[in-house]
């Protein structure tokens, strides 16, 4: 699977929107990333920022978009701005952008070169009110602002269908690293060992990479939420908990799962396990329309609260002593519950508005316990529907008898 361009019908649709939500006579202003210099000639990777992809499709940098959704002239409601190559920029790098692959991507008819966007902008803001931008952008100071940011995050939380196929591959890839690291682990690997062989998966099946720092967690290691140093070795006995996902085409995976280092879970680890499983699963079927993330988390809570009387954790006695206060399950489970996700693994969310069809989000309950020196996650990537949540990862390998069939049927 190499990536192939999201059609541009994706980033119309999104730019008009926009256009919907901004006030009449306004103006949006909107810079691509930068390449960052790391020393001598060499450059940070290079990734879009995820608002101005949302809206073009481009992932050049010095990149420049001005929409006018109100313009008379039709030609400079949507304009592009690209960078101009040059001989020298061509022979080191490559070919730039041309204006009419830019066009293509992102299907703006308007297409200019960066060093002529000031001169458009001096023309068009003369009859503008309100600037919708995140940044200080030359003469565009002088007007009254906006948050683009506010109005895209409402947009983003709703993911349209192009971007749920987008998602639905990078979620195939990471599901293909996590076989085969079942397929590689046992005891005497170094965490990043592993991380090796899922990043080997992630670039073998054309993603760009990890879509963030992968937690490689053996053992007590678990117990350090963003655990990312992956340098230890995984032992006899243990359990690795890895919290990964690939990037796809700029769209995120989000996935945690939790194995024993020899293939077979103790009892104790396997009593755990099996309650933080019970939990995803009642978990996963809260997720419907209309329901506000706080509440969300708090009915988790609440089923954690009976597991963890369950495993001896505190009694009943000591939720009662304790009314009134942060609740016990807090102690064990220390994070919250989901988050939304797309272009970025935690992406764009407004707590205020209620679960929504169209919203991915992720759903990972967890128990941490320090006196065991152990910590299990398990992580799911859920489409909200009207029907009902969709796992978008039912069919990465959750469930502790399989997880322990598939370490132990190669070896
Ligand atoms: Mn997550």
Redesign the pocket.
């Known amino acids: 699977m190499k990536s192939q361009a999201i059609p541009a019908a994706l980033f119309v649709r999104n730019r008009s929107r926009l256009a919907e939500l901004m006030s009449n006579g306004s103006l949006a202003l909107l810079r691509s990333g930068v390449l960052q210099l790391r020393n001598g000639d060499q450059y940070y990777p290079f990734r879009q920022r995820s608002d101005f992809f949302y809206l073009t499709g481009i992932s050049q940098e010095e990149s420049f978009l001005i929409l006018c959704p109100d313009h008379p002239d039709s030609d400079l409601r949507e304009i592009l701005f690209i960078k101009r190559a040059t001989l020298k920029s061509d022979l080191w790098s490559g070919p730039s952008m041309k204006p009419e692959e830019a066009k293509t991507l992102s299907g703006i008819g308007n297409i200019r070169w960066l060093d002529e966007k000031d001169s458009y902008l001096q023309l068009l803001i003369q009859d503008i009110e309100l600037v919708y931008t995140d940044h200080e952008i030359g003469m565009a100071q002088y007007h009254p602002k906006a948050q683009l940011a506010s109005l895209l995050k409402r947009l983003r939380m709703i993911k349209q269908p192009e971007e749920i196929e987008e998602i639905r591959k990078a979620i195939s890839i990471t599901g293909s690293a996590f076989l085969r690291v079942l397929n590689q682990m046992r005891p005497g690997i170094y965490e990043y060992q592993v991380e090796a062989e899922i990043i080997g998966e992630f670039i073998g099946r054309g993603a760009e990479g990890h879509a963030f720092q992968p937690i490689m967690a053996s053992g007590k290691n678990a117990l350090v939420l963003h655990y990312t140093e992956n340098r230890a070795l995984c032992r006899e006995g243990e359990l690795l908990l890895m919290?990964f996902g690939a990037e796809f085409n700029h769209y995120a995976a989000?996935c945690?799962r939790t194995i024993p280092v020899n293939g077979r879970f103790t009892s104790r680890q396997r009593e755990l396990y099996d309650a933080v499983l019970r939990v995803f699963r009642q978990a996963r079927g809260l997720m419907v329309p209309g329901t506000l993330m706080s509440d969300f988390h708090k009915a988790v809570g609440q089923l954690w609260e009976e597991e963890h009387m369950a495993l001896g954790l505190y009694s009943l006695k000591d939720v009662k002593d304790n009314a009134g206060g942060e609740p016990l399950w807090k102690n064990f489970f220390m994070h919250g519950t989901s988050?939304s996700?797309g272009l970025d693994?935690?992406d764009p969310f407004d707590r205020s508005i209620p679960f929504a069809p169209g919203m991915v989000l992720?759903c990972?309950p967890a128990i941490y316990i320090p006196e065991e020196e152990t910590g299990i996650r398990l992580?799911n990537d859920i489409l909200i529907t009207e029907k009902g949540p969709i796992d978008l990862m039912q069919d990465i390998p959750m469930e502790a008898d399989e997880i322990e069939e598939l370490m132990n049927a190669s070896h």
């Open positions: 919290d989000d945690s988050h996700m693994v935690h992720s990972e992580e």
